[in-house]
């Protein structure tokens, strides 16, 4: 059989878990019934205890270790009372477990109906387990310290004795409860007994060799509890010996005898349910959403085959013969739903169908062939040739048209500015918005979105871009389109974009400086005061004396009436008159 890798064995084992074997002695069977050609058969039997009436243990296998010879349904009754119901039958059952009450004398029945061929056994046991061993459950390990823990109904006294390949020791029993740690030692028997208010010994034994497969389930498979590579009496193949752990045996499908296990699904099938989806489809791809043992797992109507999980207008069987993710509407992430790239006829699992550097959704927005790497055959590929893309902000009401190579649009990234020292600006007439792109290009053609409230005279206004080397907007040619309130205008380069009325802007650079020499509407005297720095240090901070040069300068251009003063900084300080 084939090996099943690892990468999924962690999360299968969370799944669930499966009890070991408890020991008990039948009062019943086991007793076989077929189903025969004609009416529904009927049998009848009878038995006696040789113990006090009470509560037992029925148990029903379906079939005989394959789905072929299951019931779906059938009737057991005792003493006239309904033990087994039809509905507990059906193809995905194999063991059936149901607590009854037994007299000294009993009557068993049993009708057989679904298809010829088909056959169950029946059995008794006098009691239930009194030993419930809680850890381990999954047989993950053989060689390692483990603990062993369980519990023990009330007729058992204060201690049992485990038995670990034939070495024992007594582990007491606190609450009805158990636990001890056991060392491991690859084929390990372990038995647990206990002995009960009637003087009974009571075991329960678990077979652990470390192949993942708990020892009943591995008894149901044909493999050998205490060989963790042995082979399975219910396969055409010999597995003893392959180097592959039972566990981890592949005997129908895609997935190990261990995860099919653990989620109740039949090890020898592909499909447990029969309704086209496999066990391995539906657990690792659909996380088992659905059930493997139904074929509507919601009892909707509609089979799990033909739902839409993901809405990607692509159904699980249909996801399942692509490849792609069930879950996800949008597999190899181009934007493009699953479904219309598989109607397309594009590749579902990746962004770029044909290879030619431009993703399959680029090629649909710029009218090149995403199925053909040469759409006009001129011996360019798609993803090197010139387009000019655009790109729209709805919401800004900004947009930018670039001519490159490629779908540059596509990664371009357009920002409102909402900083103050933008936006504060009387001069402006639009939002202030910014725009980027991580890539060359030949050209743009930028627009943005006029604020009527502020712009009296289209004639008037014009675009600017911020240059961030001058630390100032810059007008460039632009065009207004007046019914939609638009202005555009083309750059080589990407910025911090911007509209403004064209004199109202030249005036914020342009007003004229009052001299006080005449001329202004009134002339104001001012008062100055200097402060000199007269210290030490300014013998090598300005040896030159340039600060006394420029005071005298400034007082050299006052007018008469203006008044001016000095105050000396110094390394000393000394006073001109008493205090």
Known sequence: MKKFTS???????????????????????????????????EYNDTFSLNSAPGNFTLYVLNGNGTTATRTSSALVTLNGKLAVAPDDFNQNVKLIQKN????????????????????????????????????????TVSNEPVT??????????????LTHNDSSSIVPVID??????????????????GTDIAGRTRTVTILLDGDYLPASYELQLGFDPQNPDSDSSLTPENEAGNGILDGYEMLGGSLPAFAKSRIGADPFKEDTDDDGLTDYFELMKLGLITDVRMADSD????????????????????EQAAGTDPLVDD?????????????????????????????????????TDPRNPDTDGDGI???????????????????????????????LKIYNVTSTGFTENPALVSPVIDFSLNGTFESATVTLP?????????????????????GTFIQIPSTVDITNDTVSGVTSHFSTFAIFNVPNWNALFEAEMNTGRGGGVDVVYVDVLFTLDSSGSMSWNDPYGYRKIAAKNFVGSLLPGNRAGVVDFDYYAYLTRPL
Do not use: C
Not at 176 to 193: P, Q
Not at 450 to 470: H, K, M, T
């Open 7 to 41: 990468f999924a064995a962690i999360i299968i084992l969370l799944l669930s878990i499966f009890s070991p074997v408890v020991e008990a002695s039948s009062i019943y069977g086991p007793v076989q019934f077929e189903r025969t050609e004609g009416i529904p058969e």
């Open 100 to 139: 009854v009450s037994l007299q000294r004398a009993n009557a068993i029945g049993v009708e057989m109906r679904s298809k010829p061929g088909s056959l169950i056994t029946v059995w008794a046991e006098d009691e239930a387990p009194v030993i419930t061993v809680h850890s381990p459950w999954d047989d």
């Open 148 to 161: 062993v823990s369980g519990s023990v109904d009330k007729i058992i006294a204060s201690t049992i004795t």
């Open 176 to 193: 009805g409860n158990f636990s001890t740690r056991v060392n491991l030692t690859g084929i390990n028997n372990i038995t647990l007994a």
């Open 299 to 318: 009892s909707d109507g509609i089979p799990d085959p033909d739902e839409d999980i993901d809405s990607d207008n692509l159904t699980n069987i249909q």
């Open 331 to 367: 597999t190899d992430g181009d934007t493009l739903l699953d479904g219309f790239e598989v109607n397309l006829g594009l590749n579902p699992l990746s962004k770029d169908t044909d290879s030619d550097r431009l993703s399959d959704d680029s090629e649909l927005r710029l009218g």
């Open 381 to 411: 590929p798609d993803g090197d040739e010139t387009y000019t893309s655009t790109k729209q902000d709805s919401n800004l009401g900004a947009s930018a048209s670039i001519t490159g190579t490629g779908d540059l649009a596509k990664d």
């Open 450 to 470: 006029i604020d009527a409230s502020r712009a009296d005279d289209a004639s008037n206004i014009s675009l600017f871009y911020f240059n961030e080397s001058l």
